[in-house]
């Protein structure tokens, strides 16, 4: 099985200030990185993945991740975060050469962005 | 847009009681998976169904089985409901990666709105 650590359950940040969730992950195989957002009493949406390729990925709402492989990182950030950002945001794994395609999920960290 | 229905948002069962979860997707997608959402443990796998009347054990599978008659619903059943299984669960699909392809999968798996289950 795979192991994904997000490091912080929680960040509190003030309004337009930038962020950071820090994700790591370990993995003896190659990998198909995730996150995803989690709004009070909903689902999951997907941010942004990475698959292959330029290793600075870009997601919606103006968030962003940076592949890492020699640290097994996938951090996610934003420059300048709004209330409407606070959530609960997921790191995931999958393995590639899976025909599953099933997700490993962080702990999560719940982003507070106070005004 | 890809829609997955959980048709039960929030229930309130007593211990012992035998439990429905049900999910239906309505974008064809030959993968479906059951997770469980604790606070502070994040999402874990408990069952998934990679096709019509297929299943396999996710992490956590005690306490619960599925049902995956037709291809678009994935049920979830707590056979004697307990206290310790009051959770949100969250169904989730997606497609198999393509034909050809060796088999990995990046394709992005979608989530219902979530079930929250309360036992008391």
């Known amino acids: 099985a795979q192991s994904v650590t997000q490091l912080d359950s929680q960040v509190p940040v003030f309004e337009e200030a930038p962020v950071e969730l820090r994700c790591n992950y370990s993995s003896s195989v190659s990998v198909y990185l995730f996150w995803y957002v989690q709004y009070p009493n909903q689902g999951l949406q997907l941010l942004l993945k990475y698959l292959s390729g330029s290793t600075l990925v870009k997601g919606i709402n103006g968030f962003e991740a940076e592949f890492n492989k020699s640290q097994t990182s996938f951090h996610l950030r934003k420059p300048s975060v709004h209330i409407s950002d606070t959530a609960e945001y997921f790191c995931a794994v999958s393995v590639r050469g899976s025909t599953l395609g099933r997700l490993y999920f962080g702990r999560g960290t719940q982003l507070t962005v106070w005004p | 847009d890809v829609k997955v229905t959980q048709s039960s948002r929030y229930l309130v069962k007593r211990t012992g009681e035998k439990v429905f979860l049900e999910c239906v997707q309505d974008?064809?997608?030959?993968?479906m998976f059951w997770y469980r959402q604790d606070p502070g443990l994040g999402l874990r796998l408990i069952y998934f169904?990679?096709?019509?009347?297929?299943?396999e054990k996710g992490d956590i599978p005690e306490g619960y089985s599925v049902s995956r008659e037709k291809k678009e619903r994935f049920s979830l059943i707590l056979e004697s409901a307990s206290t310790n299984q009051t959770s949100m669960y969250l169904c989730?699909?997606?497609?198999?990666?393509?034909?050809?392809?060796?088999?990995?999968?990046?394709?992005?798996?979608?989530f219902g709105e979530g079930s929250w289950l309360t036992v008391v």
């Open positions: 989730a699909s997606t497609e198999p990666p393509p034909s050809g392809t060796g088999g990995s999968s990046g394709n992005t798996i979608y």
């Open positions: 169904s990679y096709d019509v009347k297929m299943k």
């Open positions: 974008m064809d997608h030959e993968n």
